[in-house]
């Protein structure tokens, strides 16, 4: 995980990019789309690139499992992450209003859209280049959801580019996305748990998230060497407010480099911290400096990055 995954990505959605993100997302026609593909990088041949994408499709009896969860209704607009050959993408289809998929593989995106329902679009490319607005458009709805059987190599960034994407306006109602079990364990983790991490405190600050279902390994094919679960996150403005996003991520980041030392000690990790002196922010957030990183709050979190960037609460 690195900075430039977090928040600060808010500033990428120029007004160029806007109008072409709204007539990719609501034009209908052409609805397959190329975008620019990052990640299909010279020397990997075909052969390789199905491992590459993290694909493992689920069976038809698990795809329906995982549309009751979602639970579509028929004035729902979804983005999907990575369709695949389709199978949420069809179930999807036949009870919301549209959805909108993003698919890097570009056999899989022109196969979908020979068969794609009306109500598809398919945008060949790879979702964290995405670009959606929907603003000043007549056609585009509201809000959007998300679904996605997210390609486990690159679950993480996908999930903080929902969240900067949230807070640069695109207010998704919510994202129900399968991942690897371990991901979803770390981040509904709650404080002192050796699951809870960077990612549970960065994703919890921006949304609530639910486990709904666990899947093994016989649920896709082919079946990966994980158990999966499907989790729904309800994303929410900062809570609570932080005064630099940046230097809150980057403290988070450090100070879990050095989850069992004590705080004091773990704050050497982060250079701002170490000028200010550990103590002097410490005391400036009201915090123990020898508790462990692993035990704070978001909240205690946010208070420690205010106090380092000179605004105690
Ligand atoms: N939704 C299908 C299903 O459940 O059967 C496929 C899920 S498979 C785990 C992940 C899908 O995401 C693959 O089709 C893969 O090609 C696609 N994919 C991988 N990386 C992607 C990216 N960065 N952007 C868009 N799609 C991606």
Redesign the pocket.
């Known amino acids: 995980m690195t900075r430039s995954e977090g928040y600060a990505e808010r500033s990428a959605c120029g007004p160029s990019e806007r109008g072409r993100a709204s007539e990719l997302a609501w034009g209908w026609g052409p609805t397959r789309v190329k975008m620019p593909r990052r990640?299909q990088g010279a020397g990997v041949g075909p052969r390789d690139a199905k491992k590459r994408?993290?694909?493992?499709?689920?069976e038809p009896a698990w795809?329906d499992k995982v549309i009751r969860a979602i639970d579509p209704k028929p004035d729902e607009v979804f983005v999907e992450?990575?369709?695949?050959?389709g199978?949420?993408t069809r179930r999807l289809a036949e009870r919301a209003r549209a959805v909108i998929a993003?698919?890097?593989?570009r056999d899989?995106a022109a196969a979908l859209e020979k068969s794609r329902p009306l109500n598809v679009g398919v945008i060949e490319g790879?979702?964290?280049d995405a670009h959606i607005s929907l603003e000043a458009e007549p056609t585009a709805p509201s809000s959007l959801r998300v679904a996605?059987?997210?390609?486990y190599n690159?679950a993480s960034p996908i999930l903080f580019k929902l969240v900067s994407m949230y807070h640069g306006g695109v207010h998704f109602s919510d994202a129900t996305v399968m991942l690897q079990r371990e991901v979803a364990d770390r981040l509904v983790a709650r404080p002192g748990s050796k699951e809870y991490g960077v990612l549970s405190v960065l994703i919890q600050h921006s949304a609530d998230v639910k486990r709904l279902v666990t899947l093994p390994p016989g649920a896709f094919r082919p079946p990966p060497k994980v158990q999966s679960a499907l989790v729904r996150l309800r994303f929410h403005p900062v809570d609570p407010p932080v005064r630099d996003a940046a230097v809150f991520e980057s403290l988070v980041q450090a100070v879990f480099t050095r989850r069992r030392k004590t705080l004091a000690n773990a704050l050497l990790a982060f250079p701002p911290a170490v000028r200010l002196r550990p103590a002097v922010a410490l005391k400036a957030a009201e915090l123990d400096g020898r508790r462990r990183p692993e035990m704070l709050t978001v909240a205690e979190f946010v208070r420690l990055a205010d106090a380092l960037t000179g605004d105690s609460r």
């Open positions: 990640r994408f993290g694909q493992h499709f689920l795809a992450i990575g369709p695949g050959p199978a949420l993003y698919e890097i593989d899989l790879d979702f964290l996605g059987n997210l390609p690159v």
